[in-house]
T-cell receptor, first 114, second 112 residues
Framework: KAGVTQTPRYLIKTRGQQVTLSCSPI?????VSWYQQTPGQGLQFLFE???????NKGNFPGRFSGRQFSNSRSEMNVSTLELGDSALYLC?????????????FGPGTRLLVL | TQLLEQSPQFLSIQEGENLTVYCNSS?????LQWYRQEPGEGPVLLVT?????EVKKLKRLTFQFGDARKDSSLHITAAQPGDTGLYLC????????????FGTGTQLKVEL
């Protein structure tokens, strides 16, 4: 089975721009979660999507949004980019059985905001 | 908000040495996972522990969950350069979806 794929792998934007990141989960996985990783704050949960609906949300401003498509692929969008949005954005997918899940992470998209 | 503190923050050791990494919480864990992240990759799950006092072994790695479920440790025996990476503990929801709260991380470097 192919793993979680994220595109693009690297991205450079300027302040004020917006960006869209894409995540393709493992085939058959219905839950997709997004995380932000920075040296200062570590790995932080952004949001989770299941069946095209946001099921859980972290403590990030409304500039961060996401969506999930019927094939479980997910996108996240960051509007009005700030320097502090420079980070590695990770996507994780899971099957979503009852009980504690194993989440499988993609390699991430590294975003640099200038 | 659950706070997960890991110690040490950085660890640089020689091949063959033993080491222990700690994860402590401000409140009781519902469940705990340990991940390893290598450069350029996402975290990979190593183990899940759910029961207080639980001990799990994965080759040279031994994971222990505290009796009170507020702390956990990861012990590596005879470390190898391939063990180099960022070790993260994380608490997960046990229902209502997938949301992980990660610890602050321990960056391990094992040198020849």
């Amino acid at each position: 089975k192919a793993g979680v794929t994220q595109t693009p792998r690297y991205l450079i934007k300027t302040r004020g721009q917006q960006v869209t990141l894409s995540c393709s989960p493992i085939s058959g996985h219905r839950s997709v979660s997004w995380y932000q990783q920075t040296p200062g704050q570590g790995l932080q949960f952004l949001f989770e999507y299941f069946s095209e609906t946001q099921r859980n949300k972290g403590n990030f401003p409304g500039r961060f949004s996401g969506r999930q498509f019927s094939n479980s692929r997910s996108e996240m969008n960051v509007s009005t980019l700030e320097l502090g949005d420079s980070a590695l954005y990770l996507c994780a997918s899971s099957v979503d059985r009852v009980g504690l899940e194993t989440q499988y992470f993609g390699p991430g998209t590294r975003l640099l905001v200038l | 908000t659950q706070l997960l503190e890991q110690s040490p923050q950085f660890l640089s050791i020689q091949e063959g040495e033993n080491l222990t990494v700690y994860c402590n919480s401000s409140s009781v864990f519902s469940s705990l996972q340990w991940y390893r992240q290598e450069p350029g990759e996402g975290p990979v799950l190593l183990v899940t522990v759910v029961t207080g006092g639980e001990v799990k072994k994965l080759k040279r790695l031994t994971f222990q969950f505290g009796d009170a479920r507020k702390d956990s440790s990861l012990h590596i025996t005879a470390a190898q350069p391939g063990d180099t990476g960022l070790y993260l503990c994380a608490e997960g929801l046990t229902g209502g979806g997938n949301k992980l709260t990660f610890g602050t991380g321990t960056q391990l470097k094992v040198e020849l």
